[in-house]
């Protein structure tokens, strides 16, 4: 059990620039989330997705879209990347209702 | 709404010293509660988590009662070791989707 990865562990963009970041997960969870992490704002829900083929907005969406085309994929996309967007990124994994959540590696994104 | 409020760091204690890390919370309905921990560079990791109220999480030496009187689940250690150092999370579910966290306490222990 790989248990949830994140693809690339690192990256630089330029402003305007696009990139997708990559979450898979090996549990067969239905729920998937994508979160943001900033210094002294602790984590904060981008979007989530209850099941392949649903996505839902979570409490800062703006500037993301999101994909679950397979059950154990969710691709968070940043179409024109800001440096507001400059974060460590976390994709998170659950069975669901009032269980734990099962933490990726972590994605730092810088944009200059 | 639902949040948690956990107490700020950073917390620098010596070898072998008691640990609290205060967590309160407010939530419509019944939570769960967890505490995850930041090792530096990785992930959060389920440190401990309780799912009713009395329930006791523990988890390598470290404790949380779920106090729903007092709406708190306080982190507790009874003799913290260097390898303890790293950032803390409290966290609440209530019946739905989203996990609140809490902005997270850096503990350093130094020997």
């Known amino acids: 059990n790989a248990g949830v990865t994140q693809t690339p562990k690192f990256r630089v963009l330029k402003t305007g620039q696009s990139m997708t970041l990559l979450c898979a997960q090996d549990?067969?969870?239905?729920?998937m989330y994508w979160y943001r992490q900033d210094p002294g704002m602790g984590l904060r829900l981008i979007h989530y997705s209850v099941g392949e083929g649903t996505t839902a907005k979570g409490e800062v969406p703006d500037g993301y879209n999101v994909s679950r085309l397979k059950k154990q994929n969710f691709l968070l996309g940043l179409e024109s990347a800001a440096p507001s967007q400059t974060s460590v990124y976390f994709c998170?994994?659950?069975?669901?209702?009032?269980?734990?959540?099962?933490f990726g590696p972590g994605t730092r994104l810088t944009v200059t | 709404g639902d949040s948690v409020t956990q107490m700020e760091g950073p917390v620098t204690l010596s070898e072998e010293a008691f640990l609290t890390i205060n967590c309160t919370y407010t939530?419509?309905?019944?939570?769960?509660l967890f505490w995850y921990v930041q090792y530096p560079g990785e992930g959060l990791q389920l440190l401990l988590k309780?799912?009713?109220?009395?329930d006791k999480g523990s988890n390598k030496g470290f404790e949380a009662t779920y106090r729903k009187e007092t709406t708190s689940f306080h982190l507790e250690k009874g003799s913290v070791q260097v390898s303890d150092s790293a950032v803390y999370f409290c966290a609440l579910r209530v019946t739905g989707n989203q996990f609140y966290f809490g902005t997270g306490t850096s503990l350093t222990v130094i020997p």
């Open positions: 998170a994994s659950s069975y669901g209702g009032p269980r734990a959540e099962y």
């Open positions: 549990m067969n969870h239905e729920y």
């Open positions: 309780a799912t009713k109220a009395d």
């Open positions: 939530a419509t309905g019944y939570p769960s």
